[in-house]
């Protein structure tokens, strides 16, 4: 993921949320709600933020995913973990 923008970061995402929860494409837009359009609890949360890991070799710090609600907050999350030394 090293070098990737925000439009491609924002692919990755939509295919890991629509692949782990088994969610449609369609409903799956920047600007979704992860808890209330997207229907993900605090596990799926958790799940989440593993795969972010795995994804980007970085540790998530989960009281900032805490701040996070749309996918677009997911994408500049990922976006500055990705811009860490």
Known sequence: MKGMNK???????????IDTFELDSSEVTAEANLYTDLDL?????VDLV????????????PESFKQIRTVQDVVEAVHEL???K
């Open 50 to 61: 593993i795969t972010l890991q795995e994804m980007t070799d970085k540790k998530v710090d």
């Open 7 to 17: 439009d491609q970061i924002l692919q990755e995402v939509q295919k890991v949320l």
């Open 41 to 45: 609890d605090s596990i799926d949360a």
């Open 82 to 84: 990705l811009q860490e």
